[in-house]
């Protein structure tokens, strides 16, 4: 009989030796996989599940180590993502862990509310639909994380979130006498600053000229605000301004009414609002595109007008 439960003892042994050296070895994934984990899963569907995605190949073994380890009651629900050749244990491990695959989504600098709420809309791994108005400069352009199936509100409650902390610390922290009634103002100097240039050194010398401006009572007569209120926001504009669009009878349009707009025109980044809230110490009032991606600027109407030539003239001979 000793004999007997010895030889069973070894046997168990080797059995439990050969199902951990079966579970940490690698796995049949050929590369890198999302599996998703639905609610309420059992480990007999979750073990299916992954034998089906090829990401174990032995669907018994995983729910029997599951249960040797006691991890058939910690598995959790939601998308994970498995690495080429993930054994067994590893993929049992990230389970139990809960370690979700996080996807990123980036709001680009510039962009109208408008025109992130489609995004937002249109991007297949968020559930629902925005529930709320948003104004126009509220979302903070950044790269945001979020599990498979997270509402869109989430998203632009974070968004609005993080522009709002932003502002709050740029505005507390701004420089004195600048010519903004409230944060609200210096939002919108920091989305015309970042419509205006693409360049980051230039972003406070392009908040000079027109903190320079309003101080003297000049008209901003900046083109994309012009465009905001031939497009409402909505879509990009698709061509050059024209003489004719310039008299347009809108609050946006600053070659026909003094001061700043009434609100933002997209959502600024972090860089353009640090240049409202600081901008360059110049005397300059004008600037102009120089054709290479950046801008010449100029303290007087002479001087801008022959820079205006210049840039005409290269237009003119790259055609």
Known sequence: MKKFLFIVAVLAALAAYQLRKWAVAEGPLPSAANVVIAKGATLTSVAKTLGEADVIDKPWLFKIFARFEGLDKKLRAGEYRFEAGSSIKQVMDKIAKGEVFYRRMTLAEGLTTGQILYQIATNPALSGEVSFDVSEGALLPETYTFELGTHQ???????????????????????????????????????????????????????????NRLRKGMKLQTDPTVIYALTEGQMEFGRSLK?????????????????????????????????????????????????????????????????????????????
């Open 243 to 319: 003489k004719k669009d310039l008299s347009i009878d809108s609050p946006y349009n600053t070659y026909k009414y003094y001061g700043l707009p009434p609100a933002p025109i997209c959502n600024p980044g972090r860089d353009a609002i640090m240049a409202a809230a600081h901008p360059a110490q110049s005397d300059y009032l004008y600037f102009v595109a120089t054709g290479d991606g950046g801008h010449k600027f100029s303290k007087s109407l002479n001087e801008h007008n022959r820079n205006v030539k210049a840039w005409l003239k290269k237009i003119l001979s790259r055609n």
């Open 153 to 211: 509100d989430n998203i632009v409650l974070e968004a609005k979130k993080a522009m709002d902390k932003v502002l709050d610390d740029a505005w507390n922290g701004r420089d004195a006498d600048l010519p903004y009634k409230d944060k609200k103002q210096m939002l919108t100097m920091a989305s015309i600053i970042e419509k205006e240039t693409g360049v980051a050194g230039e972003r406070p010398l392009v908040a000079s000229v027109f903190v």
